[in-house]
T-cell receptor
Framework: GAVVSQHPSWVICKSGTSVKIECRSL??????MFWYRQFPKQSLMLMAT?????????EQGVEKDKFLINHASLTLSTLTVTSAHPEDSSFYIC????????????FGPGTRLTVL | AQTVTQSQPEMSVQEAETVTLSCTYD???????LFWYKQPPSRQMILVIR??????QNATENRFSVNFQKAAKSFSLKISDSQLGDTAMYFC????????????FGKGTRLHILP
């Protein structure tokens, strides 16, 4: 089946540092990847849509300079949280869309970010 | 804009019972997908069932079935013979039939299956 991995699975960092989270589609090519943030006991909120080889499209209210997204290949997208602060602590989940067109997204296992 | 509403924040049922989770949505689109996702304590999102809006027949996956009422914009999930492993957060979700479009999630229903 379609597998999506995320690395790291959890990370603790100091306030002011930057953290990079990787999302990989392991056995398929994904032209589109999505990044979500999930606060405790809440739903998934889409942060941005990432298309291979082009700039990400950010949802309203998401700071593009703070959450840098790079989708350099058909199997890898990265999310960098720059100058992280405690309020950025959350669970970050990526998903990838299967190519050719198959309207289903496969989700990664998520990354728990804790900013001290 | 599309919205997805789940009116039951939390539910509990006894093991082996049947439970129905409610979901309504709002859209002006005619072609779209509806999903139910399960998020167990591991936080891994798992697709439970999907429904294409153009299909009149309700989708079924083993113990999971939906009641899709397109005119009423309703999409409920029925879990039969519930099992302890069904304990999880369940999200109803909507997606337009567009190659690059995004999934919109409801707020979720936390389901507890009691032994």
């Amino acid at each position: 089946g379609a597998v999506v991995s995320q690395h790291p699975s959890w990370v603790i960092c100091k306030s002011g540092t930057s953290v990079k989270i990787e999302c990989r589609s392991l056995d398929f090519q994904a032209t589109t990847m999505f990044w979500y943030r999930q606060f405790p006991k809440q739903s998934l909120m889409l942060m941005a849509t990432s298309n291979e080889g082009s700039k990400a499209t950010y949802e309203q209210g998401v700071e593009k300079d703070k959450f840098l997204i790079n989708h350099a290949s058909l199997t890898l997208s990265t999310l960098t949280v720059t100058s992280a602060h405690p309020e950025d602590s959350s669970f970050y989940i990526c998903s990838a869309r299967v190519v050719p067109v198959r309207d289903e997204q496969f989700f990664g296992p998520g990354t728990r970010l804790t900013v001290l | 804009a599309q919205t997805v509403t789940q009116s039951q924040p939390e539910m509990s049922v006894q093991e082996a019972e049947t439970v129905t989770l409610s979901c309504t949505y709002d859209t002006s689109e005619n072609n779209y997908y509806l999903f139910w996702y399960k998020q167990p304590p591991s936080r891994q999102m798992i697709l439970v069932i999907r429904q294409e809006a153009y299909k009149q027949q309700n989708a079924t996956e083993n113990r999971f079935s939906v009641n899709f009422q397109k005119a009423a914009k309703s999409f409920s999930l029925k879990i039969s013979d519930s099992q302890l492993g069904d304990t999880a957060m369940y999200f109803c979700a909507f997606m337009k039939m567009n190659r690059d479009d995004k999934i919109i999630f409801g707020k979720g229903t936390r389901l507890h299956i009691l032994p």
